[in-house]
């Protein structure tokens, strides 16, 4: 799984309100990975992503089509340690309004409330050097 595009995609859903069509449109790209005869996803809806989150998107869908070793909200959970993505994706249905959400009721309240993961920064390289340390 490309998860740096995946946390990217999750952290839109996160950080901009329901009104945000972008945020929208990632959300309604991860609930369609998530549960899709629930929350079936028109591909349509890619054409409002901007060009960073579009190539998010399809790298995601990529990704889970080639590889499915597992659900979308279990590569969440591995990757922040978390067990309550399911749960997550359950309120962001509620947030962007889509068809097939469950009862305001019948969600558990979440801890904390918004979760932006942080996205792993890669290491800075270090230049080549030989066995004895020096540079070569």
């Given at each position: 799984?490309?998860?740096?595009?995946?946390?990217?995609?999750?952290?839109?859903?996160?950080?901009?309100?329901?009104?945000?069509?972008?945020?929208r449109?990632?959300?309604?790209?991860?609930?369609?990975?998530?549960?899709?005869?629930?929350f079936?996803?028109?591909l349509?809806?890619?054409?409002g992503?901007?060009?960073?989150?579009?190539?998010?998107?399809?790298?995601?869908?990529?990704?889970?089509a080639?590889?499915?070793?597992?659900?979308?909200?279990?590569?969440?959970n591995?990757?922040?340690?978390?067990?309550d993505?399911g749960?997550?994706?359950?309120?962001?249905?509620?947030?962007?309004?889509?068809?097939?959400r469950?009862?305001?009721?019948?969600?558990?309240?979440?801890?904390?409330?918004?979760?932006?993961?942080?996205?792993?920064?890669?290491?800075?390289?270090?230049p080549?050097?030989?066995?004895?340390?020096?540079?070569?």
């Amino acid at each position: 799984m490309n998860t740096d595009a995946l946390i990217r995609l999750w952290n839109v859903t996160q950080r901009h309100d329901a009104g945000t069509s972008g945020a929208r449109r990632a959300a309604f790209v991860l609930l369609g990975l998530y549960n899709g005869p629930r929350f079936p996803f028109d591909l349509t809806d890619l054409r409002g992503l901007d060009t960073d989150n579009l190539q998010d998107a399809l790298a995601v869908i990529g990704e889970a089509a080639r590889r499915c070793q597992r659900e979308v909200h279990s590569w969440l959970n591995v990757l922040t340690g978390r067990k309550d993505f399911g749960e997550r994706f359950e309120h962001l249905a509620w947030k962007f309004r889509v068809k097939g959400r469950c009862k305001r009721d019948a969600l558990l309240p979440l801890n904390p409330p918004v979760l932006i993961i942080k996205v792993a920064e890669e290491a800075p390289q270090s230049p080549a050097t030989h066995d004895d340390g020096e540079p070569k």
